[in-house]
């Protein structure tokens, strides 16, 4: 009850403060005409601008305090997205700017301008020291050259030295030079705020100025506080709540059509969801081209021997790499044999799992210079050592080539290992050890696994996104995706490190993924790198902070107009033959192509992706392309991601949120008020979160209740998909995800019940209602949703309604002009405790009259499937 009666009191504390301050400044008649603000920071991880104003710069009251108004996005997540010495000046331009130092090592400085220091603008970092750092910047202007002087000092070991450069723009700088240090005067005051020394800048301004940070604050503090709700508290939020009426009128000979796609799924190799997960292959680090480089040094036993080992006293292996299959995979395995019963064993991935009577496919390419060369003698084993199923491939040539075998399992079991024995002794050659169940999705060779794939396609997605998000544009310059490095036969593939910090055999490439979305009936939707890295990259310094060379970028552009070719292009063009020769002589009807991924929005990006736009605009029009509008539903990057797209005309845009459960319930109306003349937009990455992570029942109402507003707005929200969507257990980097799994189980979670239900029944028409309540408290009526939809191919009628209340909803659905006697419905509820993980949807048939009077339990998601509905004329 203690932490209840706290947050109550916290909220009624903040609501009596905003009504104070809103009603203080906007009442008081003896406001000053100017005050100062002072603009400091901390310096530490993720802090960013605050400020405090004073009337006499003796008395300084913070904003917030600590409120952020600009944070530094540079330098990858961790230590890295800091504010160091920040200095607030206003330029000649009429325009606030701010320049700070970003840490103690790169030779970059930051620089941010805003109209009014409540909206920033793009922040560029140039490069002034190629081998020092840059400390401490500092701006003067001189008014005769109009021109700006960035002093700054760089500090190594116990040598202080100064540099400056000029700028009349902030975009094109001089050249770096040496100045003497007493030339860098440092302009910073140092003040006490509640009781704390911080070291910042002082500017004057209007009274209005302070206003507006202090009211931007409050407004902000405030949403936080309704967005901060959760069910733990509603126990004492609702407890004088009395029953609640619901009548939801829709007249069904009105109408409006929506997107037929949207809802679809976005597959990105986060939490082994590809290698160890979809991708069926049981063999762990099969062309042993694992490096410390996958981890970034993080583990030490990742390397070109992870998984593997060899039995047998005086034998060994080494790695090497003189004359491998292909220049791709560069590594082998060398065995050196001096005894019969020498095995090289690999133990997959938390082990094989394998199933009595199932057979699997194993394959090795392997050379022997031995003039006896044997055969291999493959076997699973068991974890007491039990052979479970054996097989042998034919004698071993001195020229790599490949050899395959039938493996049937005679028992099943969870956690067996597979051992290759060499028929002979002396020196042999092995790479690219393969096992594959026969039993995979759809019994595709080099296929996915069989369950999950099967589990994927039960939430009937309309397209997939593919191959991710922060995969797809990387980590660094050389770690971006390339779709050519995906396809052919698996020995040709460029295997590479994974932004998540583990391994991409790359397997599971190009040709998979469209062949996957073509098996489960969903538009394939890929998503390219805009020529730039992922923001939050830390491969070469702040990797994000550069581009493909503009000198290499047609090419680049080639790439991408060239997948294109690979996925719709006739079997004589050039691209299109290679996707005939793996397998599939028709096109892949590719319609989608998104470009970039919650990229930082800098002129540098700018400039990559209009170049990539414009030439897919004019070779290929027919292809939606869609643009990126950063990681967040506001901030900077959207805000220039938006302007971009709506400049060159792109007809989408992907939006990112991952957001509280109150953040969904007190923003159904987001969509409404967007300009239907712009861009349309892709959802592309969205999820409920709690503290912890949970994927819970209350996560999953929040989401649905979320989807009505976006049903009701699939006029301009195209498409969404919920991310990311699996993880395997032990290796779950990222929370909540859609399903979890492990080597024999596959654990959908609630949240997979809610987009399956959204998923197996959509539409394309959109029936507008109206809401009467007995009780219109906003927190009330922002828990209670309905939409009402019809799939023009059925003739079917969809009715989804939300109750997130602690109590039960007396409930009437009135469907006007339509014939509802005796027709039947599908009935289908999820409902239970908040925390829930494992609630499950019940299905019952009713009668549509149903709707005329019903109960909507506590806590539920119920959706009304009424078969062939007429209109009355």
């Known amino acids: 009850m203690t932490a209840i009666f706290n947050f109550q009191k916290q909220k009624k504390y903040f609501l009596g403060l905003l009504f104070a301050f809103f009603t203080a400044f906007s009442a ?24 405090a104003w004073s009337t006499d710069k003796i008395n300084w009251h913070p904003i917030g305090p600590e409120y952020s108004y600009i944070h530094s996005d540079y330098g990858a997540w961790g230590s890295q997205k800091r504010m160091v010495s920040p200095i607030v000046f206003s330029g000649a331009d009429g325009q606030w700017h701010c320049v700070w130092s970003l840490n103690e090592k790169d030779g970059n400085f930051a620089h941010a301008s805003s109209k009014d220091l409540l909206y920033w603008g793009r922040q560029s970092y140039p490069v002034v020291m190629t081998d020092k750092n840059c400390l401490m910047p500092e701006v003067t202007y001189n008014k005769e050259k109009q021109e700006y002087t960035v002093s700054w000092i760089s500090q190594e070991q116990a040598e202080t030295k100064a540099w400056s450069t000029t700028t009349k723009d902030f975009k094109k700088y001089t050249e770096t030079k040496s100045i003497p240090v007493s030339e860098h005067k440092n302009s910073r005051s140092t003040i006490i705020i509640s009781g704390k020394s911080e070291t910042g800048s002082i500017n004057k301004v209007d009274w209005s100025v302070v206003d507006g940070l202090i009211k931007t604050q409050q407004l902000s503090a405030y949403k936080n506080l309704l967005w901060s709700e959760t069910a733990k508290t509603d126990k004492d939020r609702f407890a004088d709540l009395k029953p609640v009426d619901a009548k939801f009128t829709a007249d069904v000979s009105k109408n409006k059509k929506i997107s037929n796609t949207l809802l679809g799924i976005f597959f990105e190799d986060i939490n082994y969801g590809a290698d160890g997960g979809l991708y069926a292959e049981l063999i762990q680090n099969r062309d042993f081209e694992y490096t410390p480089a996958d981890t970034k040094g993080r583990d030490k036993t990742w390397n070109s021997t992870k998984s593997w080992s060899l039995k047998g006293e005086s034998s060994k292996y080494v790695i090497d790499s003189i004359n491998p299959i292909h220049p791709n995979n560069k590594h082998y395995a060398k065995l050196s044999i001096k005894q019969a019963g020498t095995a090289l064993e690999n133990e997959g991935f938390d082990g094989i799992a394998v199933k009595a009577g199932e057979k699997h496919d194993f394959s090795v390419f392997a050379r022997s210079a031995e003039s006896k060369a044997g055969k291999l003698l493959v076997r699973l084993v068991g974890k007491n050592g039990e052979v479970l199923g054996e097989a042998s491939t034919t004698a071993i040539s001195k020229d790599w080539k490949k050899y395959n075998a039938v493996i049937t399992s005679k028992i099943t079991e969870a956690n067996a290992s597979l051992e290759i024995v060499p028929q002979m002794t002396g020196e042999l050659d092995v790479d690219l050890i393969s096992l594959f169940p026969q039993k995979t999705f759809k019994g595709r060779k080099n296929g996915l696994r069989a369950d999950l794939g099967q589990t994927i396609a039960d939430l009937k997605p309309k397209f997939m996104r593919f191959p991710g998000g922060c995969v797809a544009h990387g980590d660094g310059l050389e770690n971006i995706y390339r779709w050519k490095n995906t396809i052919g036969p698996l020995e040709t593939r460029k295997p590479m490190p994974n932004l998540w910090r583990y391994h991409q ?157 109150g953040w969904f319930i007190y923003n159904q109306d987001y969509y409404d008020s967007y300009d239907r003349s712009k861009p349309k937009v892709y959802l592309g990455e969205y999820a409920s979160h709690l503290p912890g992570r949970p994927n819970c029942l209350e996560t999953a109402l929040s989401e649905a209740l979320y989807l009505t507003s976006v049903e009701r707005n699939a006029d301009v929200v195209s498409m969404t998909s919920y991310a990311p969507l699996l993880a395997k257990d032990k290796h779950t980097q990222w929370n909540p995800n859609l399903i979890y799994f492990n080597n024999t189980e596959v654990k959908p979670t609630v949240g997979y019940e809610v987009q399956k239900l959204y998923g197996q029944n959509d539409g394309d028409l959109y029936i507008p209602s109206e809401t009467a309540l007995s009780n219109n408290q906003e927190n009330v009526k922002s828990r209670i949703a309905i939409s009402v939809i019809r799939d023009s191919k059925s003739s079917d009628l969809i009715v989804k309604l939300v109750n997130m209340l602690p109590i039960p909803i007396s409930t009437s659905v009135d469907l006007k002009n339509s014939n509802l006697e005796n027709t039947q419905a599908v009935k289908t509820v999820l409902t239970g405790e908040p925390s829930d993980k494992n609630a499950r949807p019940t299905v019952t048939s009713c009668s549509a009259s149903e709707l005329a009077k019903t109960e909507l339990p506590a806590y539920s998601f119920t959706v009304y499937r009424i078969k062939t509905i007429g209109t009355k004329k």
Not at 32 to 46: D, E, H, L, M, Q
Not at 559 to 585: C, M, Q, S
Not at 622 to 648: H, R
Request: charged share 20%.
């Open 28 to 51: 008081f008649a003896n406001n000053p005409k100017v005050a100062y603000i002072f603009s400091y920071t901390s310096g530490k991880s993720f802090d960013g601008l605050h400020f």
């Open 505 to 661: 055999t790359v397997g599971l490439g190009y040709f998979e993924y469209f062949q996957f979305c073509e098996d489960i009936g969903a538009a394939p939707l890929p998503v390219i790198a805009a020529g730039v890295p992922c923001q939050n990259s830390s491969t070469g310094g702040a990797g994000q902070q550069c581009g493909i060379p503009m000198a290499e970028m047609e090419s680049y552009v080639q790439d991408i107009l060239d997948l294109v070719e690979y996925a719709n292009g006739d079997v004589t063009t050039k691209w299109g033959k290679k996707r005939a020769e793996a397998g599939h002589p028709k096109p892949f009807n590719l319609k989608y192509i998104g470009i970039g991924n919650e990229d930082l929005i800098t002129d540098l990006f700018e400039e990559r992706f209009t170049m990539i736009f414009k030439a897919m605009k004019e070779k290929y029009p027919e292809i939606t392309v869609i643009g990126t509008v950063g990681p967040n539903f506001e901030g900077t990057d959207y805000q220039e991601g938006w302007d971009i797209a709506s400049k060159l005309g792109v007809p989408m845009v992907d939006e990112h949120y991952y957001q509280s459960p």
